[in-house]
């Protein structure tokens, strides 16, 4: 396919032996999820995994010869068929579910907003991948020697990649907006199983539906298109995925915790109640959970699961020798059918704990939410690591010739479910430890409710943050110790049959990871849904319409239990807030378990294989170059983490600001108007659009500017944001969950709505919404986007030195630095609250009266009423945006 020399054979003759290396390890592992080791691309040239040729999946043969790879990967097809049935299955019987009229109009109103939002995001997403579609065709087409037809196709999966995690956020908020309003309906029968029961279906369609497009969409590139394109097919496939998952995780984190702040502070301003239907945020938030712990979720769900697949094939074809296909085969069919076994797991898994749990409770006036969902976590847990000792036994174990024919290949299949089952460990450990800092049942969490009753919110949010630091040091040993493990099994003789053995289980670790996918992401689905549920509930204002007591009974069979009914949701959604929390340091454990594996791809392409001790002595605090490397990266994570919530704060500001102006408490008004209400969602979308426009364009020059410095540099940066990424992250989310469940205790347990300490617990949730769900989860598509896009930075900036273009590469190097400063400058200056200073007059009249009209709260827009007050100079506008 390819039309002209590579570069690397362009080059001069001291550099062109480490170019090649170079060229060849660094993308031996797909810009995805994982690395690889030095090989020759089956090729022969420049261009890394976008050039190689997969084997006959068909020559690997299984149980004695009886039975081909290829009939096993259909059977692998036949699988996700199955799950996207159960998909569709669950969809349809949910819609179905009983509902009032009401509730099932805010919850299509909540769905259009949600809509709407998705159609902008849609839009913005392509803008975006422009950037990075320029990169892929300049690398692929003028450096790698790539041909018309090859480029094309690279660009074009990643439309697929990015279309497939789009598709699947929208699917998320359909299925969700159809679930919060029949459980909101369910919960007024005063019984607690059907309140848990549907959100948990929700959470399970999802799950389903996304595991099971992303491995069948794999599967059809593995099984019917020509092995000399699928290089080009999942090299493209996954930077699509990537690119997805990171806009729609960063701005829909920014969005939905404008529209929370919000919506909360309102409950201090005016002493309202939680989801009072007067307050026009709340449409807004309501939206934010689908776009924030909905969207965001499923698509660097569906990103992460796909690139740690593309990654271990990659590695396989490059670390096992070219000489053994039949090896290279039987590796791969083994990988893809245990992903297809996987989502058996937990098919089985659910319908066992469903059935255990509808026994328990079915007629309980009273439930442990998180209980079932533990129950869930464990048992898929358990089942995924024995199926996987099974699975493999059956495939690679003592009936198949090929892998008893390679040096210790009889205990292999031990060896390699064994380091698949320490990810799939960590995917129940890691929740548990979770558990231990954010639960309402936490010591921590009550640590922070009791700070609060006796300092106020200074000792809540203190509270909170040891919450934080305390569990990313119990995570942190967690993830090293599985990793550790897997590195020891690596060390028993898998370097007989592949080279890099220890990069290869750090793969499988991230692998096994995501084994448990469906299950992963359908308790983390369960959140949204409860926490939308009690706003559908208030938003309806069911409880006031005429007559509707006696409509419920006669078309449904039951009394209604109003006080009962509002409880069960309250308590539902802690165990939410609790699981929404668990899922967030798994999918940031995969992100850096695979920037890991990519970094060392680099580091043995630097080195020839790790030979050149020169090189290696690069790696070293005495190589100036590297160590200012790990400095930078540093700098970058803390910029993210205050640009983001620097969005979040601006858009709250103008948010607060819009609701304090036209919020009707007054003149018998029951509802906001939808106007009201859409307003509110303009100035989410418009913020959210900003704040990831400039933190996508800052992270996008960054990662070209430092990978064209020094390639030691850029490996000091990538480990440097790695690591850093890991730590704040676990921080900030677990302290985020530990001030939120904080607040539900306080409004559950205590019954304490309306006190001094429920303004103080309110405070510490307003800080922890953007720890939680817009800095911490963001990290983890950043990261990977990072370090994959960073791949081919550094290529491109290898390449170019080799050519004689070293002045040119560090003349770029500063134009992109420059560049990335720019949008960091605009990061805040153009985000900041560009409000006049007050001044002493402003509170010379005495305090505020808390109505948002007195001096304490001076606004440039009076409060008129109009919404075109709003807009200010540095105001986002859609002029702006556009």
């Known amino acids: 396919m390819t039309t002209q020399q590579p570069i690397a054979d362009r080059a001069p003759a001291r550099m062109r032996g480490r170019v090649k290396a170079f060229l060849a390890a660094a993308s031996a592992i797909p810009l995805a999820a994982c690395s690889g080791t030095p090989a020759t691309p089956a090729s022969g040239h420049g261009g890394g995994e976008a050039n190689i040729h997969l084997p006959n999946l068909g020559d690997a043969m299984f149980f004695n010869g009886a039975v081909s790879g290829r009939v096993?990967?259909?059977?692998?097809?036949?699988?996700?068929?199955?799950?996207?049935?159960?998909?569709?299955?669950?969809?349809?019987?949910?819609?179905?579910?009983?509902?009032?009229?009401?509730m099932r109009e805010i919850s299509e109103l909540i769905y259009e907003t949600c809509k709407a939002y998705l159609e902008q995001q849609g839009k913005f997403l392509l803008l975006l991948w422009v950037f990075i579609g320029t990169v892929i065709f300049v690398y692929f087409k003028f450096l790698a020697g790539s041909g018309w037809g090859q480029v094309f196709i690279i660009l074009a999966f990643s439309l697929i990649g990015m279309a497939g995690s789009y598709a699947i956020a929208w699917y998320g908020i359909r299925v969700n907006t159809f679930a919060n309003s029949r459980t909101a309906f369910a919960s007024l029968r005063g019984k607690p199983y059907a309140c848990h029961d549907i959100?948990?279906?929700?959470?399970?369609?999802?799950?389903?539906?996304?595991?099971?497009?992303e491995l069948f969409m794999m599967l059809v590139i593995l099984l019917?298109?020509?092995?000399?394109?699928?290089?080009?097919?999942?090299?493209?496939?996954?930077?699509?995925?990537?690119?997805?998952?990171?806009?729609?995780?960063?701005?829909?984190?920014?969005?939905?915790?404008?529209?929370?702040?919000?919506?909360?502070?309102?409950?201090i301003v005016f002493k309202i109640k939680e989801d009072d239907a007067r307050n026009p945020g709340v449409i807004a938030d309501c939206t934010g959970d689908n776009a924030g712990d909905s969207v965001g979720p499923s698509a660097d769900g569906f990103?992460?699961?796909?690139?740690?697949?593309?990654?271990?094939?990659?590695?396989?074809?490059?670390?096992?020798?070219?000489?053994?296909?039949?090896?290279?085969?039987?590796?791969?069919?083994?990988?893809?059918?245990?992903?297809?076994?996987?989502?058996?797991?937990?098919?089985?898994?659910?319908?066992?704990?469903?059935?255990?749990?509808?026994?328990?409770?079915?007629?309980?006036?009273?439930?442990?939410?998180e209980r079932p969902l533990t129950n869930l976590v464990w048992i898929t847990s358990l089942t995924s690591i024995a199926l996987s000792y099974l699975t493999s036994y059956f495939l690679i174990g003592p009936s198949n010739a090929t892998i008893l024919a390679v040096d210790g290949g009889d205990s292999l299949w031990w060896k390699l479910a064994t380091i698949i089952s320490c990810g799939t460990l960590a995917g129940a450990l890691i929740p548990e430890l979770v558990k231990v800092f954010t639960s309402v049942k936490s010591r921590h969490v009550e640590e922070v409710v009791k700070s609060a009753n006796q300092g106020g919110a200074s000792l809540d949010i203190l509270s909170g943050l040891v919450a934080g630091n305390f569990s990313a040091y119990w995570l942190g040993l967690a993830i090293i110790g599985l990793m550790g493990v897997a590195y020891f099994i690596s060390t028993l003789g898998l370097g007989a049959m592949m080279?890099?053995?220890?990069?290869?289980?750090?793969?499988?670790?991230?692998?096994?990871?995501?084994?448990?996918?469906?299950?992963?992401?359908?308790?983390?689905?369960?959140?949204?849904?409860?926490?939308?549920?009690?706003?559908?509930?208030?938003?309806?204002t069911i409880e006031e319409l005429e007559g509707v007591d006696d409509e419920i009974r006669r078309d449904n069979g039951f009394d209604v239990n109003w006080d009962r009914a509002k409880r069960l949701l309250e308590e539902n959604d802690g165990a939410g807030n609790t699981f929404k929390a668990t899922a967030k340091p798994v999918l940031i454990g995969t992100a850096v378990v695979g920037a890991t594996t990519m970094i060392f791809s680099i580091i043995v392409g630097l080195t020839a294989?790790?030979?050149?001790?020169?090189?290696?002595?690069?790696?070293?605090?005495?190589?100036?170059?590297f160590l200012l490397g790990l400095i930078t990266g540093g700098a970058i994570i803390y910029w993210f983490t205050g640009a983001s919530m620097q969005a979040v704060t601006t858009g709250s500001f103008r948010a607060v600001e819009f609701i304090k102006d036209n919020i009707k408490l007054d003149m018998g008004a029951t509802k906001a108007s939808v106007a009201d209400s859409r307003r509110v969602v303009e100035i989410c979308t418009q913020y959210a659009q900003r704040g990831m426009l400039n933190i996508f364009l800052g992270i996008f020059f960054a990662t070209l500017s430092f990978a064209f410095v020094e390639p030691y540099f850029f490996i000091g940066y990538l480990i440097s944001i790695a690591l850093f990424g890991l730590y704040q992250a676990i921080f900030m989310a677990n302290a985020g969950g530990a001030w939120d469940n904080a607040k539900k205790i306080v409004e559950v347990d205590l019954d304490a709505k309306g006190t001094e300490l429920h303004d103080a617990s309110i405070v510490g949730d307003t800080v922890g919404d953007p720890y939680k769900d817009t800095s911490s989860v963001a990290l983890n598509p950043v990261i990977k986007f990072t370090t994959l896009f960073g791949l081919l930075a550094v290529e491109l900036a290898v390449s170019l030195t080799a050519s004689g273009n070293a002045t040119l590469v560090h003349v770029l190097a500063l134009v992109f630095f420059l560049a990335s400063m720019f949008f960091v400058w605009r990061s805040f200056y153009q985000m900041r609250i560009d409000q006049r200073m007050l001044t002493a007059g402003d509170?010379?009249?005495?305090?505020?009266?808390?109505?948002?009209?007195?001096?304490?709260?001076?606004t440039p827009a009076a409060a008129s009423g109009d919404d075109s007050a709003i807009p200010h100079p540095g105001a986002v506008t859609e002029d702006s945006l556009r």
């Open 303 to 369: 990103e992460t699961y796909g690139v740690t697949g593309v990654a271990l094939v990659t590695f396989v074809m490059l670390a096992v020798p070219a000489t053994n296909p039949v090896l290279q085969s039987t590796l791969l069919v083994w990988i893809f059918f245990i992903r297809a076994i996987m989502v058996i797991a937990s098919g089985l898994s659910y319908g066992a704990n469903a059935a255990i749990t509808k026994a328990r409770y079915a007629d309980a006036d009273e439930m442990d939410f």
């Open 224 to 267: 019917f298109l020509p092995g000399e394109i699928a290089g080009s097919c999942f090299i493209g496939f996954a930077i699509g995925e990537s690119l997805g998952a990171s806009a729609l995780r960063i701005a829909g984190g920014i969005f939905t915790k404008i529209a929370d702040v919000g919506s909360d502070l309102m409950k």
């Open 609 to 625: 294989g790790l030979t050149d001790q020169a090189a290696i002595a690069n790696l070293s605090l005495l190589h100036a170059p």
């Open 843 to 858: 509170f010379a009249g005495g305090p505020d009266d808390g109505l948002g009209d007195g001096p304490g709260y001076a």
């Open 499 to 540: 080279v890099a053995p220890a990069v290869f289980a750090f793969g499988l670790v991230a692998f096994g990871f995501l084994g448990m996918g469906p299950v992963t992401i359908a308790v983390d689905s369960y959140g949204p849904v409860t926490d939308n549920a009690q706003s559908v509930y208030e938003l309806s």
């Open 72 to 102: 096993l990967l259909l059977l692998g097809l036949i699988v996700c068929a199955a799950g996207l049935i159960f998909g569709l299955a669950t969809y349809l019987q949910l819609k179905r579910l009983p509902v009032h009229a009401s």
């Open 199 to 213: 959100p948990m279906r929700s959470g399970m369609s999802v799950g389903m539906m996304l595991i099971s497009v």
